[in-house]
């Protein structure tokens, strides 16, 4: 069974940083894309970040580009998500997906795997 487990999250100030990670289990994703999306209280589920392993293509929503770097450990199955530079707009819970495909996408639909998501709250 696949599980991606994310943490990391918290109660952070404005300009603060935080490093989300997730840890996937049951398969190997070796040659898969994972991303990264979010989701504030009211609003639909937005991309924040995708990497695709073969190439090691890397996408960002215009919202967090040069704030937050997407990476990985392809030998350990993890994804990061490092946020930089933070503002009260990037509140909200942030879900880890992985995809069968290597190609990475900002449309969530693509996405295959889900984690159950961590809270970020960035305070002004």
């Known amino acids: 069974q696949v599980q991606l487990v994310e943490s990391g ?3 952070v100030q404005a300009g603060g940083s935080l490093r989300l990670s997730c840890a996937a289990s049951g398969r190997t994703f ?5 991303g990264w999306f979010r989701q504030a209280p009211g609003k639909e589920r937005e991309f924040v970040a995708a990497i695709g392993w ?9 919202a967090v580009k040069g704030r937050f770097d997407i990476s990985g450990d ?3 199955n993890t994804v990061y998500l490092q946020m930089n530079s ?3 707009e990037d ?3 942030y ?3 992985a995809a069968d495909s290597a190609i990475p996408t900002s449309g969530w ?3 295959d795997y889900w984690g159950q998501g961590t809270q970020v709250t960035v305070s002004s």
């Open 54 to 62: 073969s190439g090691g293509r890397r996408y960002y929503a215009e």
């Open 91 to 93: 509140t909200a819970v």
């Open 86 to 88: 933070l503002i009260p």
């Open 74 to 76: 392809k030998a350990m």
């Open 95 to 97: 879900y880890c997906a």
């Open 9 to 11: 999250g918290g109660l």
């Open 109 to 111: 639909s693509r996405y």
């Open 30 to 34: 070796s040659s898969s894309a994972m």
